[in-house]
């Protein structure tokens, strides 16, 4: 029962140092941001990428056509949230001159796991077969992801494109950038997000980037809050630490004083070291 506590506790993503915390208030504060931002920003709202209701996309064309492409997922455990919650931080890479694109999913448990993987790499081919009719150079992919998105960030760093839809070319993503992910998946089988998301061994297995390798050579920045419990910063140093060896150019980046959702909220200060690492990926300033 105590090791049950303890690791339930690890994998608590708000559970940091941050005690005054409250997340209904962050929640809350996130949607009044997002809806701000998506009423004055040029976006496309919903755009369908699968038969699904959730398979729905946003895109947000760039001032100016053959612009790098920024792929965001959203967080919340594979259980919750919506791209809409995000779309505050997307204003900074949408102002320096990317097209941005964020992406739903069908929540667990109405799917499993792995179809939720498979839809997020369906709405990557779709953006690689659309982008150019929106402004956006389809040979300069990048993707990004908070939370469970990080952890989807990674598994599209990891998949083989040719392999998953003839005519995509191998090297479709061009940088990838997890932010507070989870990798090995395997210890949150014994914790209570596994009553979603209804892993065994074998999904656990199938779906841990840890155990993978990138599937192109790419710049890949890994990034964590220096708050954020030790289990989440440990497996994303343990993902850097793995990859390092297999895609060459693996950074991984502790951000002072944030903890897991600080991490991505801070994204529109001025001089972000998240932001500054999505602008230097894209090629774009910061």
């Not at 962050?26 to 809806?35: G, H």
């Amino acid at each position: 029962m105590i090791y049950k506590t303890r690791l339930e506790q690890e994998y608590r993503p708000w559970a940091s140092d941050a005690s005054d915390m409250d997340l209904g208030k962050t929640m809350a504060r996130w949607a009044r941001r997002s809806a701000d931002f998506l009423g004055r920003a040029d976006v496309l709202r919903n755009i369908a990428y699968g038969p699904l209701p959730d398979q729905r996309l946003d895109l947000m064309p760039p001032a100016r056509p053959g612009a790098p492409v920024q792929i965001f997922i959203h967080g919340g455990y594979w259980q919750s949230l919506d791209k809409d919650d995000y779309a505050f931080a997307l204003e900074p890479l949408v102002s320096a001159g990317a097209m941005v694109v964020s992406v739903n999913y069908t929540l667990c448990p109405a799917v499993t796991l792995d179809a939720l993987v498979d839809q997020v790499r369906h709405a990557c081919a779709w953006v690689w077969h659309n982008a150019r009719d929106h402004g956006g150079d389809p040979a300069r992919l990048h993707v990004t992801g908070h939370s469970a998105g990080g952890h989807l960030a990674a598994m599209m760093a990891a998949t083989d494109w040719a392999a998953f839809q003839p005519g995509l070319p191998p090297d479709m993503i061009k940088s990838a950038v997890p932010v507070s992910g989870l990798f090995d998946l395997e210890p949150l089988r014994f914790c209570s997000v596994n009553a979603a998301v209804q892993m065994d061994r074998a999904t656990a297995a199938r779906n841990s980037p840890r155990f993978m390798t990138p599937a192109a050579r790419m710049p890949i920045s890994i990034v964590a809050g220096a708050d954020e419990t030790g289990e989440a910063r440990r497996q994303s140093r343990d993902l850097a630490t793995a990859w390092q060896a297999e895609a060459g150019r693996v950074a991984y980046i502790e951000t002072p004083g944030h903890h897991h959702f600080s991490v991505v909220e801070a994204m529109t200060e001025p001089g972000n070291p998240l932001t500054a690492t999505l602008l230097r990926h894209l090629g774009l300033p910061g």
